[in-house]
């Protein structure tokens, strides 16, 4: 598989991001002035709002923090924050001074189009930056520090890249795991 490929392949499974409306919102009335929103205190503090175009989750506390997940792109957060902040407005509560969106995490998927060696890569990676116990879980966990994400690995190929705050740094982490791997001389 060429390099373009394996950066063709990326993936976004998910994006999670946070902002905050700077005021604490009464969640017990919110949950039945909001369509369709779930709030079950007994289970989980917040608020949960769905989204269906684009489809996401926002998740609103009481002191006014939202988390948006679920959203497949940082459009969609976007396009999502902006459909929870029109209902809030609808409702009487001011969004004007809500908080950039920050992107928190960024999980996206891949395939390096070859199987690995989990075994000879755990050793050949260095044990200070890897987790491998196939009997807990089957992929090698590999901890990279420029850009700062971590990439779970598997022997068909295929890896999951988390901990990433933009698009660019899901390619980079393929872009250093693929010369990691193909300077160990196991890069099928």
């Known amino acids: 598989m060429s390099h373009e ?29 909001l369509v369709g929103a779930d709030y079950d205190p007994d289970n989980f503090p917040g608020l949960v709002y769905r989204t269906q175009e684009p489809k996401a989750a926002s998740l609103i506390f009481r002191s006014g923090k939202i988390v948006c997940t679920g959203a497949s792109s940082v459009d969609d957060v976007d396009r999502a924050l902006e459909q929870v902040f029109g209902e809030l407005s609808k409702l009487g509560i001011p969004t004007e001074d809500r908080e950039e969106a920050t992107i928190q995490n960024i999980v996206s998927s891949a395939d390096l189009g070859t199987t690995l060696n989990l075994n000879a890569l755990a050793i050949g990676l260095g044990l200070e930056d890897v987790e491998y116990e196939p009997e807990q879980f089957p992929g090698l966990v590999y901890r990279i520090d420029e850009p700062s994400v971590v990439v779970l690995m598997f022997g068909s190929g295929k890896i999951v890249i988390t901990g990433a705050k933009q698009v660019e740094h899901a390619r980079e982490a393929i872009n250093v795991v693929t010369d990691e791997i193909d300077s160990l001389g196991l890069l099928g």
């Open 5 to 33: 490929a394996r950066l063709e392949s990326l993936e976004i499974q998910n994006v999670v991001a946070s902002t905050a409306v700077g005021q604490e919102l009464d969640l017990e009335s919110l949950s039945m002035d």
